[in-house]
């Protein structure tokens, strides 16, 4: 909007000389209003206005145009002739791309096309393929994850691009070594290559990648059957930067020790090696020899065996002594010990972000101690470590006064009085997890001081009512995401406050909490941004407040309204009629009937349903409004429905890339079938 | 006695049947060559004679593992039982048809002959193994004999005692054994029997020599140039036998074939290898030059490189100089000068499905990445059926086993079986199914390995034919004996 304020200002003043009744917008040069077009990515409906302005915007906007991401395969052809210098086509919304759409795309797009993403599509084969890397030789990017349908004879279409730079084959589990061998020999120019589940990938493979594609700055190889002999070869590329290898179990400390001491990847800035269970602080330390650039480390989920783990934290932190660009570890659900953490105190590397979440052995003393030299940190996590107590909240609000991003979720020691020391002392924070902790409304108000805050998670506090709500709406504006599940003292006047005071708000969630009525929702209809509402189990809540949600909120994409026993077909209509933008919906349980499923049809970017115990849903129904629906990928359904629906319109929907997932889930009368007991807070689950 | 006298009259039938008692009948080219054995069975034979090999030697561990083990010894005691039984009904049989197989001095005769006489053979080599594993002392004669079974690698050890232990009026097939093991070229006629034409083995270690031969060097003047000419290099032969004029290939050969000419040939020194008494003198090293000029391993050329022996000479010849006439039936493509270069393609033709864009095939896949790391341009080739069967060259190892399977399908003892009589064997069961009794032979075979072998030697069903009665090699009849039966 602003931008486009720009323009009128800019027309304005040019506008002067002539005459009243000429085309104002005649004045602008195409390079200005191209101008003003970069400036509008934001808003998803902004250059759908400004191309209906005039037939010269239209005609502007279609040369300007880089980026396409069609709803819909079938209308693809229509906009081949409009937009002829598409150079970044994502494909992630249509299911089913088959091989003349590819070959339709690829010969429209011949030389502008750069960039595709294939992740979510389906149906196209190494046919489709071959045609799009031989006719579009520019492509530098290229999308190919959740291909597990494409075998080697892809892989050697692939090795066409002859230009390819970023190359994601994640998931892709029948490519061979074969075919990464044709890739490697083809793709000369690879400089970001994700292999991560391609099983049948093992050493030849990633060795001769690492032999023919020197260019590599970023190589993921996690859950592949490798071993150090492919290694060897990996280290020795002169611009790698990233190295994952997650999960890699065929890697370990005896392997590791055979890797040359003079050949140490130098550039290397980032290694993960997140659930190597073989690997220690040996195998470590033989793999990041020389990496002077060292910057971030993972090590989460490590070795299963305590006893290795306990060697690990002292030790590790031993050969992590010569890292002094080390800016991150996250070491999520390994075993701390003193020794451990008193070594990591000891690194003269300044932190920035430090993850501990999972950790077994982390005491208030440990974290106390290594945080005190940590001025710099912006980031912690200390999810689930149950020994924290008020102790080490003090210390590191105090020590780390430049914190952006807290996360403690389910730390069950920390008193209700720590949360105040948070909004005293780290005036930075814009990510707060508190989900499943004592926090109350003095610790809420106190938080409130943190005015970048833009992601707050205040599920399952029960302590927190609308008084403090109330206040922290009306101070943190820039508020985006809010998670307030299960916080069964809140209202809607707190709803309210929030609703006025963050205008920004995209993502709220206020599921299984009683006192949520239809004014909770009309007062969030204020917020225009809001794109994910999850209001499951408000029972309070029906089709008005809905209703209101729709009309005002038009960026909507995703919504569940599970349990919400209230809302009727009269919500689904105005939904159908306003929220375009819609996505993504959860009906489980609801009183919508055919009617409303229909009406909810006409949603052209509905991809995403979940349908289970509609009481007044009848196969007929469900069949229409399924056929009705173009866009559906995914459609879940209860598993009774599965003989009632025909053969061919369940063979009709999968032809046009729907999945169905039938699930045989009983009928759920209460809100809390697992006895959580969640509503009465949390003192009964805190049995020690 | 009887037996005695029968079989020599047999054995003078014709001249196929000499040779059976001559150790040179091992030859085994020639007798292929002979039209008598124009049956199948001598195919046959060759495939099974591996695994009964496997099977006796068993036998013969399993023995000697064998502690004292008296209900060990009581079954092993109704066995000999039953094999005496059966011996006798054996040579009840022989006494029967005497007179007829007299009167009709004919093939069929001498095949029913021979198929008793192998029967018999197998029973007694079974007698005295199962005889000789009943004593703790016995097991020293057992590993006596064992020596000779498995250092002469074949059967060829076992056949030929009991064939003279039959003439000799039932001798100890052990002695027997022993005796051939002792003879000079035993090693030689067992391992001929594994191919159809003894050549193969030649030419595998000519093939070997001329590798080895690579990296030698002598100075030059320090050696006698010998040059052949080209005709000499192709001939066939070349040993020729100074009486007959036969050729043969190998020396060895021609004196075992001089022994028929007489007394005099059978002397020690005539039978001893020539060349080991000059070892002893200072003889001057002899290397071998090409006939064909322009050739590296032509004595005229300026890098001259000598060939070490008359058979690199040969294989030279053939490989370099000569039309590449042998294709290989399998791919069709590629073409040979020496049919063991054939062999030995064929053995792994079709299993290097690691293709390189440039044509050529490995058997491994690392070899294959190792050649394209090493070669720019050149890639992986992906086969277009690989779209069909996806879980096609993706594992290593087991491609062996998938292109093996066509035989132990058949059979069921591929492990046992050489891979040259592998092509062959496939190629017998076309031949030879339309007899049922054939077809079926080999699996009894396989039965046979499996029934609880360590128990008893053998099953107690189909004795008579699954035993030890095809280790008399061509000379048993498998189709004609089922008939009787």
New interface residues.
Partial sequence: MKTQGQGQSKRKQLHHPLSPHSNPFDILTEEIVCNILDHLHDDPFATKSFSLTCKSFYFIESRHRRILKPLRPDLLPRTFHRYPFVSHLDLSLCPRVDDPTLNDLSSTWKATLRSINLSRSRFFTNAGLSSLFINCSGLVEVDLCNATHLTDLAASAIAEAKNLERLSLARCKLITDMGIGCIAVGCRKLKSLCLKWCLRVGDLGVQLIALKCKQIRSLDLSYLPITEKCLKSVIRLQHLEDLILEGCHGIDDDGLSTLEQSQSCKSLKMLNLSNCQNVTHTGLSALINGTEQLQQIILAYGSSVSQKILKVTSDLAKCLLTYSKLQSIKLDGCIITWSGIKAMASLDAPFKELSFSKCLGLTDDGLSFLVQSQKDLRKLDITCCRKITYNSIDSVTSSCTSLTSLRMESCSLVPKEAFVLIGERCPFLEELDVTDNEIDDEGLKSISRCSKLSILKLGICSNISDEGLAKFGSCCPLLKELDLYRSIAISDAGIAAIADGCPALEMINIAYNDKITDNSLISLSKCRMLKALEIRGCLGVSSIGLSAIAVGCKQLTVLDIKKCFNIHDNGMLLLAQFSQNLKQINLSYCSVTDVGLVALASLSRLQNMTILHLAGLTPNGLAAALLACRALTKVKLHASFRPLLSQSILGHMEAHGCVFHWRHKAFQKEMDPKGWKLHFGRSSSEVP | MDLKDKVPQHASFTQHQQKWEDPSILDYSRRVESPFLAFNQTHTSQIKVPVQHGVVNELVQASKVQDWDPSAMLDNLSFLEQKIHQLQDLVHLIIGRKGQVLGRPDELAVQQQQLVTADLTSIIVQLISTAGSLLPSGKHTLSAATPSLEQSGQFGGVVFPSAQGLNDGFQPPNAGGCRVSGLPNSVDISRKHGNEQNHIIEEHELKDEEDVEEGESLIPGTYEILQLEKEEILAPHTHFCTICGKGFKRDANLRMHMRGHGDEYKTPGALAKPNKESGSEPTIIKRYSCPYTGCKRNKDHKKFQPLKTILCVKNHYKRTHCDKSYICSRCNTKKFSVIADLKTHEKHCGKDK?LCSCGTTFSR??KL?GH??LFQ????A?P?E??KA?AG??DQGDSNQAANKVGSMNFNFSSNVSSESEVQSSMDIKGNVDDPACYFSPLSFDTCNFGGFHEFPRPPFDDSESSLAFLLSGSCNYPQKSGED
């Fill in positions: 690691w896949k690392d990445f394209i790391a341009g050149h890639t992986p992906i277009l690989e779209a996806p060259p993706s």
